[in-house]
């Protein structure tokens, strides 16, 4: 709370509230403050235009459509305007084209202008930026009307559901209307909010959510009984709505293809661990999001327990699981052990052996997993 009471004297001090339009003259210090507060008062002060907002709208709209948040990187930002995480060179290079002033320019000409910056020095504080896990999150994007401003804010870590952020709006004569006001999720839903925070996902590839008419495509081959899941519901947020969405991992070890008659034979399979990441954005808690995600993809009756786990991503120590497969092999059972990773400071939804009797019980089964429901396949 001393920190928070802090900060909104630090906005008092630096902005108007009378609604007014004003610009702040304080000076900006020699070295640039790239932490998620540092840039969010940074583009407070950067002479935005409608382009920028539906620059960061297309980005976030980008990333979005290819699994991840709705988040524009800084490195997206600075290397490739428009562009979102996961975008190909060729979409890439379309966004950037159709930027004709982008962000970037904005931040260097600011950068430009601040005392002691020297020649060169601009452009290598964009790559120092570019470097950064921060990036600009924008909640609730798809609720924008196009044409309202956005009151831009930061994480401020600790779990806190509520902090102060700038209001942005456009004046008669071109100059923004810089105001402090108390920002929250509700807020977020109807008024555009952007939200710098650190960037956890943009190294992973998350698994996408299926399409209408990509499920046939997407089936697998006759020749192997495939175990598969096909739906994932979220029945609750696991973070913090500054942080963003949810990333659960999903980690299956199971033997592929065991068809072992003899102990002998026993000792030529080894288990194996599937694992994938998916994205849960904040609006879908409570929603079935289909998938088409293969969790064993040579699946035999000699196969007795697969070892099963869940977990949201916070980071932290790498650390694994030690837990047993079962197989059967002329009706006596044999574990062979398997390490499931993780990080210490994940949530642990759920981990466990899952019978192979659990998923033959129908064509499609659902099961509750601590805060998420599954619907397995096997065909």
């Known amino acids: 709370m001393k920190n928070r009471i802090l900060f909104a004297a630090a906005l008092l001090a630096l902005v108007s509230c009378t609604g007014r339009e004003t610009v702040t003259d304080t000076p900006s210090p020699a070295t640039p403050d790239f932490s998620p507060q540092g840039l969010a008062r940074m583009f407070t002060q950067l002479p935005l235009e409608e382009e920028h907002l539906h620059e960061v709208f297309n980005a976030v709209g980008h990333s979005s459509d290819n699994g991840y948040d709705e988040e524009y990187t800084m490195n997206c930002l600075v290397g490739s305007p428009g562009a979102g995480v996961g975008d190909t060179p060729q979409a890439r290079a379309q966004s950037a084209s159709e930027c004709t002033n982008p962000l970037r320019n904005l931040i260097r000409d600011y950068l430009e202008e601040r005392p002691g910056t020297r020649s060169g020095d601009a452009d290598a504080m964009l790559e120092a930026l570019a470097r ?184 932290g120590t790498r650390t694994s699981w030690k837990c047993d497969v079962m197989v059967k092999v002329q009706s006596k059972s044999y574990g062979l052990t398997v390490d499931l990773p993780y990080n210490e400071k994940d949530d642990m939804v759920w981990r466990g052996q899952l019978s192979t009797h659990f998923f033959e019980e129908e064509d499609l089964v659902r099961g509750r997993f601590g805060d998420v429901e599954l619907v397995f396949e096997l065909n």
């Not at 194996?272 to 849960?280: C, E, K, L, Q, R």
Request: with cysteine; hydrophobic share 40%.
């Open 132 to 315: 950064t896990d921060f990036q600009l999150y924008w909640p609730y994007s798809e609720n924008w009307d196009g044409e309202s401003w956005p009151i831009i804010t930061f994480d401020p870590g600790y779990g806190a559901s509520t902090n102060y952020g700038y209001r942005i709006a456009k004046g008669e004569n071109g100059l923004h209307v810089v105001d402090s006001v108390l920002v929250d999720e509700a807020m977020a839903v109807d008024h555009p909010v952007w939200v710098f925070n650190n960037n956890s996902d943009a190294t992973f590839t998350p698994l996408k959510v299926v399409a209408p008419g990509e499920a046939a495509a997407a089936a697998p081959s006759a020749r192997h009984r495939q175990l598969l899941m096909t739906s994932f519901q979220m029945k609750r947020n696991y973070d913090s709505w500054f942080g963003g969405a949810s990333e659960f991992w999903i980690k299956c070890g199971s033997v592929e293809g065991f068809n072992a008659s003899t102990d002998a034979e026993l000792k030529l399979f080894y288990p194996s661990v599937t694992d994938f990441i998916i994205v849960v954005k904040r609006r879908y808690v409570g929603h079935d999001l289909p998938f088409q995600a293969i969790l064993v993809g040579d699946y035999t009756s000699q196969l007795d327990k697969v070892v099963f786990m869940i977990t949201e991503d916070d980071g």
